[in-house]
């Protein structure tokens, strides 16, 4: 793939949290001339941000981000108003405090919960991989291929490591034919990019492709 392909696959990010409306402007600016995927910013910014854009770029945001802990109710209202608010992508962070407790079931209904309140938008589910075990990762594979989400997704970028070649791969042989795989956090090279890319990530979470590009 060359580089304005990969970059096609990109959801350009920026979720720090003294991000001002200048600093995801830019994002916005770049995202549209680089024609990425969607451009992944606070919900906060949402609106503003789909009227700025006015059609020419999909508005992703973050659910739960970055603990994952909040209750669903909670989840569930802040996925309703980004979708309100002209989102057409959610990225979700699963409750890892149930998963440890082995409430499974639980984490299912949250995240088909989510899917509902979507109301057909893209829903991206982030299990947080670093601080899973692989059978912990493994199951997860099992709960999102039963959820409905469209994808799933390595890391928030906040925690203790992003995206690893090993756990996408591990994604891919679990994960059921109907869920793609987005790999994000420390992806800084176009190298790495495609790497990830051949291991079988259909999306990366990533700001720096882009400045790499620019």
Same mark, same amino acid.
């Given at each position: 793939?060359?580089?304005? +392909?990969?970059?096609?696959? @990109?959801?350009?990010? !920026?979720?720090?949290?003294?991000?001002?409306?200048?600093?995801?402007?830019?994002?916005? &600016?770049?995202?549209?001339?680089?024609?990425?995927?969607?451009?992944?910013?606070?919900?906060?910014? @949402?609106?503003?941000? %789909?009227?700025?854009?006015?059609? =020419?770029?999909?508005?992703?945001? /973050?659910?739960?981000?970055?603990?994952?802990?909040?209750?669903?109710?909670?989840?569930?209202?802040?996925?309703?108003?980004? %979708?309100?608010?002209?989102?057409? +992508?959610?990225? #979700?962070?699963?409750?890892?405090?149930?998963?440890? &407790?082995?409430?499974? &079931?639980?984490?299912?209904?949250?995240? *088909?919960? @989510? *899917?509902?309140?979507?109301?057909? *938008?893209?829903?991206?589910?982030?299990? +947080? $991989?670093?601080?899973?075990?692989?059978?912990?990762? #493994?199951?997860?594979?099992?709960?999102? $291929?039963?959820?409905?989400?469209?994808?799933?997704?390595?890391?928030?970028?906040?925690?203790?490591?992003?995206?690893?070649? &090993?756990? /996408?791969?591990?994604?891919?042989?679990? /994960?059921?034919?109907?869920?793609?795989?987005?790999?994000?956090?420390?992806?800084?090279?176009?190298?790495?990019?495609?790497?990830?890319?051949?291991?079988?990530?259909?999306?990366?979470?990533?700001?720096? !492709? @882009? =400045?790499?590009? =620019?």
């Amino acid at each position: 793939m060359n580089k304005n +392909e990969i970059l096609n696959i @990109v959801d350009h990010t !920026l979720l720090a949290q003294t991000a001002t409306w200048v600093e995801i402007k830019e994002i916005l &600016d770049d995202a549209m001339k680089y024609e990425t995927a969607s451009a992944c910013i606070p919900a906060s910014y @949402v609106k503003q941000a %789909v009227e700025y854009v006015d059609g =020419k770029l999909p508005i992703c945001t /973050v659910i739960g981000f970055p603990n994952g802990y909040s209750t669903t109710a909670v989840k569930v209202a802040e996925t309703a108003d980004a %979708v309100a608010n002209g989102a057409e +992508e959610i990225d #979700m962070v699963i409750n890892i405090g149930w998963v440890k &407790d082995g409430r499974f &079931d639980d984490v299912l209904a949250e995240i *088909k919960a @989510v *899917k509902k309140a979507c109301k057909g *938008k893209l829903l991206k589910v982030i299990i +947080e $991989t670093c601080l899973l075990t692989n059978a912990e990762k #493994m199951r997860m594979c099992n709960i999102v $291929t039963a959820s409905g989400a469209e994808y799933i997704k390595t890391s928030t970028g906040f925690s203790t490591s992003g995206a690893t070649f &090993d756990d /996408v791969k591990l994604m891919k042989t679990y /994960v059921g034919p109907n869920v793609k795989i987005k790999a994000a956090g420390g992806i800084s090279s176009f190298d790495d990019a495609e790497k990830f890319i051949e291991l079988g990530a259909d999306r990366l979470g990533t700001s720096r !492709l @882009v =400045k790499l590009m =620019k």
